[in-house]
């Protein structure tokens, strides 16, 4: 080279690569994608794997925007799943339209999630998802490449959300679910755990809400699947259901300090499934017990007995005694299966009846009473010294204190 060619090149920059597992299109922006109707706008939302029976649901939920002047269709999209060499089935896909919307305004987004199932204990490192248009022509459908993205398995674990609110943000369900209680129920063989929580409509209209799915999380990373008490009515705006989520333990089994994954029920009658899941903590079992028996809470409703007295004639007892019942209506809807067992015991008995709330006890100030028999008149005449009255909350034939206290001839509370 002369002279006046010559030059010296120093480097003015340097840049980290992306690691080799991770796609050169980034899954947190829009990658811009076009076809006969407009453009249009694609990225991932968000990762999951969530816990399901004896697998994992595999879930991506993709945003598509509407990058053009005028109003689009909604864009038909398919994804293929390929954990690290291994190719998932297209057919064990499914996809779940998260908004309630029939066409795209230029700027508004649609979103959609795709999920899979793989067996719990399958560990890979790399997740490959192909993302693809599905076409129709007449009768038949081409599926047209849109992009892929390969992703870490790290990018599918589920964060721990130090919150105890979980949010549905869906077009045309979008709601507030808070945790509110966390009660043990005992039997001699199981224990049920239950968490209570309220749901909140936050749209403008009445509204069936967004179905449910959650599981209790153990210190241990132990899953059980949580039953759901059904609202099965349309809730006002701004309006709010009580809803039981809980499952049988067995008696010696610990459960330290448990979460619970919850989410939003998806899928078919024939592969069930739920998506947007998140892990939530849970308050401190609720175990308190009061010494007497006024202003006894078994939510919604609050109870107080007086003028309690044990009467005995021969071999049969009666416990007579005047009660007020109260109840929040705060909430629309309330669970079901709830009762009030009432137990009276001495040293050597013991006898209990279950009253069904706004039914045996009606809302208001009112008198009952509760029958029992001894086997022989000498047992009664020995168990006049006293007895002991304890209040139980029962769900499922099993049980939770709520208040006891020892009562003789006859006793007048407030």
Avoid: C
């Amino acid at each position: 080279e002369t002279e006046t060619n010559a030059r010296i090149e120093l480097p003015i920059a340097q840049f980290q690569l992306p690691d080799e597992e991770e796609t050169a299109i980034s899954p947190d922006s829009f990658y811009k994608y076009s076809n006969d109707s407009g453009t249009y706008g694609v990225k991932i939302n968000s990762t999951q794997r969530l816990p399901w029976e004896d697998q994992d649901i595999l879930a991506v939920e993709f945003a598509i925007k509407n990058m053009d002047t005028v109003s689009l269709p909604v864009l038909d999209i398919g994804a293929n799943f390929k954990l690290d060499d291994v190719e998932i089935d297209s057919l064990s896909t499914n996809y779940v339209a998260l908004d309630n919307v029939m066409g795209l305004q230029p700027n508004q987004e649609a979103h959609i999630i795709a999920y899979t199932k793989i067996p719990y204990t399958y560990k890979y490192a790399k997740v490959n998802v192909t993302l693809y248009e599905k076409e129709k022509q007449g009768e038949s459908v081409s599926d047209l490449p849109v992009t892929e993205y390969s992703l870490s398995s790290s990018k599918f674990n589920l964060p721990s959300i130090k919150s105890d609110k979980y949010v549905v943000t869906n077009i045309g369900k979008r709601a507030t679910v808070t945790v509110r209680d966390f009660k043990i129920y005992d039997s001699p063989t199981t224990r049920i755990a239950y968490v209570e929580v309220g749901m909140e409509n936050n749209e403008s209209r009445l509204t069936d809400l967004q179905k449910l799915t959650a599981y209790l999380k153990t210190d241990q990373n132990v899953f059980f699947p949580l039953t759901i008490t059904k609202v099965e009515q349309k809730v006002s705006p701004g309006g709010r259901a009580l809803i039981g989520l809980w499952t049988r333990i067995p008696q010696k089994f610990t459960l330290g300090e448990p979460h619970i994954v919850i989410g939003q029920q998806a899928g078919s009658e024939n592969d069930q499934a739920y998506i947007k899941g998140k892990e939530l903590v849970l308050p401190a079992e609720n175990n308190a017990v009061t010494n007497e028996l006024t202003d006894v809470t078994l939510y919604p409703y609050t109870l107080s007995l007086s003028n309690l007295r044990a009467d005995l004639n021969g071999s049969s007892g009666k416990i007579t005694f005047n009660y007020s019942l109260q109840k929040d209506f705060l909430y629309e809807v309330v669970p079901e299966g709830h009762k009030l067992l009432m137990e009276v015991s001495d040293e050597k008995h013991k006898f209990s009846q279950e009253f069904e709330l706004e039914k045996d006890l009606k809302i208001g100030d009112y008198s009952s009473s509760m029958s029992f028999n001894y086997d022989d008149t000498n047992d009664a005449i020995k168990s006049f010294d006293g007895f002991k009255i304890s209040l139980y909350d029962s769900f499922e034939g099993h049980k939770r204190l709520l208040a006891s206290r020892m009562i003789y001839k006859a006793y007048g509370g407030n």
